[in-house]
């Protein structure tokens, strides 16, 4: 269900809540693909994968050996179909970009990112993750989108952040949301804002929860998160 809200609808270093995230460069001159179409058949490409200027990319299965990049006002759609995988060894970095979203809700697929995933500031709909079978080796961090944020059913290898995100009355989900994830580092939440809580429920965390600024104190939905470290701030009862 997730999937289908995601279809429709950043180099940076968030400091806010504490965490540090590394930074890539996305591309550089040499070995550079552009994508404004849909790559379905398997292929390996050997380098950086872009998504130009106001353009659109689906990813269906495929390999990219370096870092995805989308560009300002671009649509990228990582949705494998069942049986498929998409595999991206690098980082995944949008910034100003229209959308970006991993979906595997509903389908058996794999979604595999090597590095970081860095969504800020893209204006067009929903953005984030949601779905078993994604896996995030480094850190994912969703950050100052006008619209909303979802991070659900996923597995972050480093930290979590959420923040600064908005709501607005043209989203289906109404809400950032924080659901059923696997994170091994720190998972913060701040500064987002919207007519109803945030709901952060049921994540396994390895080191903190922290939720600091949120316009409405976050809820749980019914679904306690475990945490190794401490639960502070908003998120000291979830």
């Avoid at 289908?4 to 930074?23: E, I, N, P």
């Avoid at 979203?101 to 090597?114: K, N, R, S, W």
């Avoid at 950050?143 to 991070?151: E, F, R, S, Y």
């Amino acid at each position: 269900m997730y999937a289908k809200k995601l279809k429709s609808s950043a180099v940076a270093t968030v400091t806010a809540l504490g965490f540090l995230v590394a930074t890539v460069p996305v591309a550089n001159a040499q070995n550079t693909f552009q994508c404004t179409g849909t790559i379905s058949d398997g292929s390996t490409i050997n380098g950086n994968l872009v998504v130009p200027a106001n353009a659109t990319c689906t990813l269906d299965n495929v390999t990219v050996t370096g870092n995805v990049g989308v560009g300002t006002g671009a649509l990228l759609n990582v949705s494998p179909a069942s049986g498929q995988t998409v595999k991206i060894n690098g980082n995944l970095t949008a910034d100003q970009c229209n959308s970006a979203a991993l979906a595997t809700e509903g389908v058996a697929a794999v979604i595999l990112i090597g590095g970081n995933v860095m969504i800020q500031n893209c204006t067009g709909g929903t953005v984030g993750y949601a779905g078993p079978g994604i896996t995030i080796g480094g850190n994912f961090v969703c950050v100052g989108n006008p619209l909303t944020c979802v991070a659900d059913d996923g597995v972050v290898n480093g930290n979590l952040t959420v923040e600064e995100n908005l709501f607005s009355s043209s989203t289906i989900i109404t809400n950032s949301e924080v659901l059923q994830n696997t994170i091994s580092g720190n998972a913060g939440i701040g500064g987002n804002t919207g007519p109803a809580p945030l709901t952060v429920g049921g994540n396994t965390i390895g080191g903190n929860l922290q939720c600091v600024g949120n316009s409405q104190t976050p809820d749980d939905g019914g679904t306690p998160n475990t945490v190794s470290g401490q639960k502070l701030g908003q998120c000291a009862g979830l």
